[in-house]
């Protein structure tokens, strides 16, 4: 699937399932570059792993457990699953989010609201990959070694401005 289809199909329906304040071009380039930096929105499926949807969201993380439980999210993700007809229950959502672009993407847009600072300005890849790393918390950056910590960088760095470039054409 290209940027423009899953930010299409996905991503702007989601966004208009929240808050207005929530949808910015920020967040839309956040969604995709995380997307391409954990599926290439290619695998709903984790290949060596539990996780689920583009945004390979584990049934106790912060995609669906956290946003849940979350102060600031947990109203609005009830409300998003409500909107997809998926019962707020952490199981459920876990399955829902194999074959729902939209909730997944909502739900990946709440995780990013839950983090306290600010969604990262037009060209700020170091903020973006900082947010990136609070609040997916990928397991290869913090079990690999050196090289490969500056490999998972560097494919931030491209998948950043990948989708840069569909955001601000």
């Known amino acids: 699937m ?3 289809e899953i930010r299409r199909s996905a991503i702007e329906p989601a966004l208009l399932l929240l808050p207005a304040k929530m949808c910015s071009p920020q ?9 391409l930096q954990e599926s290439r ?8 792993g ?4 583009f945004w390979q969201a584990e049934l106790g993380g912060g995609m669906v457990h956290g946003v849940l439980r979350h102060h600031l999210t947990s109203e609005l993700a009830v409300g ?5 007809g ?6 459920h959502i876990y399955t829902a989010i194999d ?17 306290p600072g600010k969604l990262p300005s037009k060209g700020d890849v170091d903020a973006a ?11 290869a950056h913090s079990r690999g070694d050196q090289a490969q910590k500056d490999e998972l960088r560097a494919k931030w760095g491209r998948n950043y401005a990948a989708a840069e470039r569909v955001v601000y054409p």
């Open 99 to 115: 074959n729902d672009d939209v909730l997944a993407a909502g739900l990946a847009r709440l995780l990013l609201w839950s983090d």
């Open 80 to 84: 998003l699953c409500d909107a997809r």
């Open 129 to 139: 990959w900082q947010l990136y790393l609070r609040t997916w918390r990928p397991g």
């Open 2 to 4: 290209t940027l423009s």
């Open 27 to 35: 967040a839309e380039v956040m969604l995709l570059a995380i997307g």
């Open 41 to 48: 929105f290619v695998h709903r499926r984790q290949i060596k």
């Open 50 to 53: 539990p996780a689920r949807s």
């Open 86 to 91: 998926v019962q707020p229950v952490n199981e």
